[in-house]
């Protein structure tokens, strides 16, 4: 049987390698564009604006269990490959002392294509048990419970890219200057759970004007970040940690990683931070007529149209999680390091790499504190949705993160989308075509057919169609209550 723990903690004893060498790869949020925008969205429209889950069809919903598994980056990639090819025998990077002839099938072999700006993004979300009801025809509300999990870092210079899967004793990059500015990263991991509110605030036969909001408890499991303000360093001979006159700060809270020294609680799951965010948003629809006389019923039948058109604004996940258990965080100021042996340091537990790190540099450099805030990975997102004709629809979305420049945050990808779908009551078809942080072009497919919803917003890197700079795969099992005369009239 597999270790999980023992699993658990040696990703963090890499994770933290890289931290210390201020080598980063990292990842962030993706929005599942496939399935949070059709009118048959219902819980899933709370991801991009709250004011959705009003003045749609879907009258009470159960969601039973939806994931989303995602990754992207701009640095690393592997070539098209069959899907039942693609395995994880040996992870290596093309370098001056790979031998092809070592390559076997099924083994996942990465390229480098180094951007000036690196940047990866990616991480798990589960959406639980959540309800979705209407309280009346211009009202609905929702209750739901949440997993996550984020990892984000941005500003990646090429040599930290390089030495992240190289190390430092790769020949090209010994004796390097490693000047960095603004690296950012962070991870963070806790539950949620969550109230959401929508109402019509006007509906007329030409307009209908609706808000949102949802209110979220946060449960910190672990999180941590590093973030540089000028760092100088050298690679000196791929063992030593040498950097002068630098300025960073770096936090974690979570179990420990290292059996030898248990300064840290060793659990893998442990309440470790409380928190709160929200989100907030407003949606206004241009109605066709015989409508507005029933904001909460779309009719379909014989293909009329329900709207010409519909748009939103929203602020998406405002708030963040204080760590107080289990936690430290430590800031560098002005200070400077000659390290021998520091290759060795992922034996050494977390807080013991911290305290060493600290003697190193000095007290008089160093500050100290058992906690620290992270703010959650927030958004302002824009939402247009046009109705074609008859049930064929083209929806537009940015998403655009919003940082807080001496706040220790989590990163949202900037992303543009334009989606194209099919949406009736039984069947939902998407074809997202999608710009990741203004540039890097990703086109998706997502199939809901009835209670069950599988997609993808990386159709092409996922099953091997184009480069793979990274993967993406959600589902949903959920069952919606579609409005109908009957329901109402008992209802009502």
Same mark, same amino acid.
């Given at each position: 049987?597999?270790?999980?723990?023992?699993?658990?903690?040696?990703?963090?004893?890499?994770?933290?390698?890289?931290?210390?060498?201020?080598?980063?790869?990292?990842?962030?949020?993706? +929005?599942?564009?496939?399935?949070?925008?059709?009118?048959?969205?219902?819980?899933?429209?709370?991801?991009?604006? &709250?004011?959705?889950?009003?003045?749609?069809?879907?009258?009470?919903?159960?969601?039973?269990?939806?994931?989303?598994?995602?990754?992207? +980056?701009?640095?690393?990639?592997?070539?098209?490959?069959?899907?039942?090819?693609?395995?994880?025998?040996?992870?290596?990077?093309?370098? $001056?002392?790979?031998?092809?002839?070592?390559?076997?099938?099924? *083994?996942?072999?990465?390229?480098?294509?180094?951007?000036?700006?690196? $940047?990866?993004?990616?991480?798990?979300?589960?959406?639980?048990?959540?309800?979705?009801?209407?309280?009346?025809?211009?009202?609905?509300?929702?209750?739901?419970?949440?997993?996550?999990?984020?990892?984000?870092?941005?500003?990646?210079?090429?040599?930290?890219?390089?030495?992240?899967?190289?190390?430092?004793?790769?020949?090209?990059?010994?004796?390097?200057?490693?000047?960095?500015?603004?690296?950012?990263? /962070?991870?963070?991991?806790?539950?949620?759970?969550?109230?959401?509110?929508?109402?019509?605030?006007?509906?007329?036969?030409?307009?209908?004007?609706?808000?949102?909001?949802?209110?979220?408890?946060?449960?910190?499991?672990?999180?941590?970040?590093?973030?540089?303000?000028?760092?100088?360093?050298?690679?000196?001979?791929? *063992?030593?940690?040498?950097?002068?006159?630098?300025?960073?700060?770096?936090?974690?809270?979570? &179990?420990?990683?290292?059996?030898?020294?248990?300064?840290?609680?060793?659990?893998?799951?442990?309440?470790?931070?409380?928190?709160?965010?929200?989100?907030?948003?407003?949606?206004?629809?241009?109605?066709?007529?015989?409508?507005?006389?029933?904001? +909460?019923?779309?009719?379909?039948?014989?293909?009329?149209?329900?709207?010409?058109?519909?748009?939103?604004?929203?602020?998406?996940?405002?708030?963040?999680?204080?760590?107080?258990?289990?936690?430290?965080?430590?800031?560098?100021?002005?200070?400077?390091? +000659?390290?021998?042996?520091?290759?060795?340091?992922?034996?050494?537990?977390?807080?013991?790499?911290?305290?060493?790190?600290?003697?190193?540099?000095?007290?008089?450099?160093?500050?100290?504190? *058992?906690?620290?805030?992270?703010?959650?990975?927030?958004?302002?997102?824009?939402?247009?949705?046009?109705?074609?004709?008859?049930?064929?629809?083209?929806?537009?979305?940015?998403?655009?993160?919003?940082?807080?420049?001496?706040?220790?945050?989590?990163?949202?990808? *900037?992303?543009?989308?334009?989606?194209?779908?099919?949406?009736?009551?039984?069947?939902?078809?998407?074809?997202?075509?999608?710009?990741?942080?203004?540039?890097?072009?990703?086109?998706?497919?997502?199939?809901?057919?009835?209670?069950?919803?599988?997609? /993808?917003?990386?159709?092409?890197?996922?099953?091997?169609?184009?480069?793979?700079?990274?993967?993406?795969?959600?589902?949903?099992?959920?069952?919606?209550?579609?409005?109908?005369?009957?329901?109402?009239?008992?209802?009502?």
């Amino acid at each position: 049987m597999v270790n999980i723990k023992s699993n658990f903690r040696l990703v963090l004893q890499y994770y933290f390698v890289i931290i210390f060498c201020f080598f980063y790869i990292n990842i962030n949020a993706q +929005n599942q564009f496939g399935l949070t925008t059709g009118n048959y969205a219902g819980l899933y429209s709370l991801q991009i604006n &709250p004011a959705n889950i009003c003045f749609q069809p879907v009258t009470f919903e159960i969601n039973i269990l939806g994931a989303d598994l995602y990754i992207n +980056n701009n640095d690393f990639f592997t070539k098209p490959t069959f899907l039942p090819k693609l395995g994880f025998n040996s992870i290596r990077v093309e370098n $001056y002392k790979y031998n092809p002839s070592s390559y076997k099938p099924g *083994n996942l072999l990465l390229k480098r294509d180094l951007q000036s700006n690196g $940047y990866i993004f990616g991480g798990v979300n589960v959406l639980g048990p959540s309800f979705l009801f209407a309280i009346n025809k211009k009202t609905s509300m929702a209750i739901t419970t949440a997993f996550k999990t984020y990892l984000s870092a941005t500003n990646i210079s090429n040599i930290a890219a390089t030495a992240s899967f190289e190390g430092l004793s790769y020949k090209p990059i010994l004796r390097q200057q490693i000047k960095m500015e603004n690296t950012k990263l /962070s991870f963070g991991s806790w539950a949620e759970l969550g109230f959401s509110y929508a109402h019509v605030i006007n509906d007329n036969k030409k307009y209908t004007h609706r808000i949102g909001i949802s209110v979220k408890g946060l449960f910190g499991l672990a999180g941590g970040y590093i973030y540089d303000n000028g760092y100088n360093g050298w690679n000196d001979d791929g *063992n030593k940690l040498i950097f002068d006159s630098s300025n960073f700060s770096y936090a974690y809270s979570g &179990p420990s990683t290292s059996k030898k020294y248990k300064n840290t609680s060793n659990s893998s799951i442990s309440l470790n931070g409380i928190g709160a965010s929200f989100d907030i948003g407003y949606a206004i629809q241009k109605n066709t007529s015989g409508t507005s006389f029933c904001p +909460n019923l779309y009719q379909f039948v014989n293909n009329i149209k329900v709207y010409k058109w519909k748009a939103g604004i929203s602020l998406l996940d405002i708030g963040g999680i204080h760590y107080f258990k289990n936690s430290f965080a430590t800031n560098i100021v002005n200070g400077s390091l +000659n390290w021998n042996k520091f290759d060795t340091i992922a034996k050494y537990d977390i807080t013991v790499m911290d305290a060493t790190l600290r003697s190193y540099v000095g007290a008089e450099k160093t500050q100290t504190f *058992n906690s620290f805030w992270l703010i959650l990975p927030s958004a302002i997102s824009l939402q247009y949705d046009y109705n074609l004709k008859s049930n064929f629809y083209v929806n537009a979305n940015i998403v655009q993160r919003i940082t807080l420049a001496k706040m220790p945050s989590l990163s949202r990808m *900037n992303t543009v989308a334009i989606i194209p779908r099919y949406d009736i009551e039984k069947l939902t078809v998407c074809l997202p075509f999608i710009l990741n942080e203004y540039k890097d072009i990703n086109f998706g497919l997502a199939v809901r057919y009835k209670c069950v919803t599988i997609g /993808s917003d990386k159709l092409g890197e996922t099953f091997g169609i184009q480069n793979l700079y990274g993967a993406n795969f959600y589902f949903v099992y959920k069952y919606s209550f579609i409005n109908r005369s009957l329901f109402w009239k008992k209802l009502f």
